[in-house]
């Protein structure tokens, strides 16, 4: 249980250094390479939490597919690989002001929900087999929606980029 | 572990993701900052998922995933067509549908 925790706030810390960086960092191909971090840090999450199919399907997709797809399209917008001055808006101090305030009524709204619940010690494991059997069953159709969904999207993005 | 430090955890990366989406002008790092807030919400599927011992905040979890995916495949082709359209992925200067 300790050793969980310790994990837990070595990955945490590592999450939200990277996730600040993500969203200040003055150079656009290192705010991909921190998104990887967090996106990693994501999938260990998941392994705590005993859910490691969800974890496998975290880094394989996040990380193998989607973080490829930003540096494509970092390379085809021809972003600069330097220092860039102008990746900011005039909308810091109220974005600032605005993601403050909501940290603060989240916690606050979160601590006064669930105080200091624990999480069961031996919670039930999932094994992939069940996960599958839930999709299958269960979440068929909402599965066959997001299969035509995904379909849909990529014609779309084919439609949208094609060249004529 | 605490049910609540996962959730807390989650609920910075959304802030933090919520601030990018506000503060950033590059329509590449506007699409980062909203995948900060999706994997947020994931965290919260997968915690609520063990704490109740239940199958379906990771099937939930995993749906998202797959949306997600098809979001960034869209929203990269809109950024391509606006570079492609006017040479800068700037969002400031996209204003053609003020009123």
């Not at chain 1, 997709?61 to 021809?78: E, K, P, Q, S």
């Not at chain 1, 909501?102 to 494991?125: Q, R, S």
């Amino acid at each position: 249980m300790v050793a969980q925790n310790i994990a837990f706030g070595v990955i945490a810390a590592a999450m939200v250094v990277a996730a600040f960086r993500v969203v200040t960092t003055k150079n656009v191909v290192r705010a991909a390479l921190y998104l990887v971090v967090v996106l990693a840090g994501v999938g260990a999450q998941f392994i705590l939490l005993a859910s490691e199919f969800v974890a496998v399907v975290q880094v394989l997709v996040y990380i193998g597919a989607i973080v490829v797809l930003f540096l494509f399209g970092i390379m085809l917008t021809r972003a600069p690989i330097g220092k860039t001055v102008n990746l900011d808006n005039d909308l810091r101090r109220s974005g600032l002001l605005v993601s403050l305030m909501l940290v603060g009524g989240l916690v606050y709204v979160l601590w006064d929900a669930f105080e200091d619940t624990e999480l069961p010690e031996d919670g039930t494991l999932f094994r992939t087999s069940e996960v599958g059997d839930s999709i299958f069953s269960t979440y068929l159709v909402p599965f066959e929606i997001i299969s035509v969904l995904l379909l849909a999207a990529l014609i779309g993005a084919i439609v949208v980029a094609r060249r004529d | 572990m605490l049910l609540n430090q996962f959730l807390v955890l989650s609920a910075v990366l959304f802030c933090t993701g919520v601030y990018g989406v506000i503060a950033r002008r590059n329509g590449v790092l506007v699409l980062m900052s909203v995948e900060l807030i999706l994997n947020a919400v994931n965290i919260n599927f997968v915690a609520f998922a063990y704490w109740h011992g239940d199958v379906s905040g990771q099937v939930f979890a995993l749906f998202v995933i797959t949306v997600a995916a098809a979001e960034v495949g869209i929203g990269l082709a809109i950024v391509l067509l606006i570079y492609r359209n006017r040479s800068s992925i700037d969002l400031g200067q996209m204003e053609q549908l003020r009123g």
